[in-house]
């Protein structure tokens, strides 16, 4: 204890005229056990430090949450007026790309030869109108792109609408200036129709007159002999006697002459069932067959029939070559 006093001269250390705070402490006794701290406790002190800065921070931390909270309300009205703004962006794009569709169907049905050419192009206008519907996050940069584009396929489209307005315009000076020519070309065609129907015609006579005449027919009943005979019941077989007569018109060259024989009974004449020709697109059977070198010139023409079933009776003979019947006569034996 008597050391703690003798550190009493703490009060001589130059501090005792000292003004803190209103507060005289110069006089006061700051040592001894018996000193009293109470004493000199200044409640308008204690009260000023530690509160008021809790109290102040209090207050900031409200007013920054109020801050807070007003930019969270701006923030979210900007985001929701941007929606809208990009709701009515996508419905505006997608009209447009709508609209720009319809004209290229429009177009196509004005000129489909450059169809092949725009369609292409309408097929861009399409995926693009499919991009948007399917996007979702839009954002004004997109916006910008696709309005970019879209004007781009306006651009093409208005370069062919120029073109088919060229074409058209065109088209109108052509369909004027040739009017006269489809006049004289309607005249043309009706003399070269003419034309051609009088050549049909006479292509036909000269086919017809081409055709090879037979004259002169004749049956004869033959003996084993090869002797002309009177009576059927001693005839062997049958030749038939013909002239092919000269035409200038025709073909000369080989050819084959056939001969159809009918009997009395109505039937033809055959020597086996593969004889048959072709005469205006049926297959008819002959009686005999002969190739002749023909050389525009009357041709003595004989054919034999080698077969059963002579009788006496009337007979047709028939001649053919190159599928015309060229001949025919009624012949009877006894």
């Not at 006496?312 to 009877?332: L, N, R």
């Amino acid at each position: 204890m008597e050391d703690y006093n003798q550190q009493q001269p703490y009060n001589n250390q130059g501090y005792g005229n000292q003004n803190y705070g209103n507060q005289n402490y110069g006089n006061q006794n700051y040592g001894g056990p018996n000193y009293d701290y109470n004493n000199n406790y200044d409640p308008g002190y204690d009260g000023g430090g530690p509160n008021k800065s809790v109290k102040g921070l209090k207050i900031m931390i409200i007013i920054m949450a109020v801050i807070l909270v007003a930019l969270s309300a701006i923030y979210f009205m900007q985001v929701k007026q941007m929606q809208e703004d990009f709701a009515i962006e996508r419905d505006t794009l997608t009209s447009q790309l709508t609209s720009l569709l319809n004209d290229y169907d429009t177009l196509k049905t004005l000129n489909d030869t450059l169809s092949v050419h725009y369609e292409g192009e309408r097929q861009k206008a399409d995926s693009l109108l499919q991009t948007l519907q399917k996007e979702r996050r839009l954002s004004y940069a997109k916006i910008r792109e696709y309005e970019k584009k879209m004007t781009y396929m306006r651009e093409v489209m208005t370069g062919y609408i120029r073109q088919i307005d060229s074409l058209n315009t065109i088209n109108k000076k052509l369909v004027s200036e040739n009017s006269s020519i489809r006049k004289k070309i309607l005249d043309y065609r009706l003399r070269a129709e003419s034309a051609e129907e009088k050549s049909q015609e006479l292509s036909t006579k000269v086919r017809q007159g081409s055709v090879i005449r037979a004259r002169d027919i004749r049956l004869v009943a033959l003996s084993k002999s090869d002797r002309e005979v009177s009576r059927a019941n001693r005839a062997e077989r049958l030749r038939v006697d013909l002239v092919l007569v000269g035409n200038e018109l025709s073909t000369p060259g080989e050819r084959n002459v056939y001969t159809q024989i009918i009997g009395p009974d109505g039937y033809p004449l055959v020597n086996g069932s593969n004889a048959l020709f072709d005469f205006e697109g049926s297959s008819i059977t002959y009686s005999a067959m002969r190739s002749v070198d023909y050389q525009n010139n009357d041709l003595n023409v004989s054919l034999f029939y080698n077969g059963p079933g002579i009788t006496s009776g009337k007979y047709q003979v028939k001649i053919y070559t190159d599928g015309h019947m060229i001949g025919s006569s009624e012949i009877s034996l006894r």
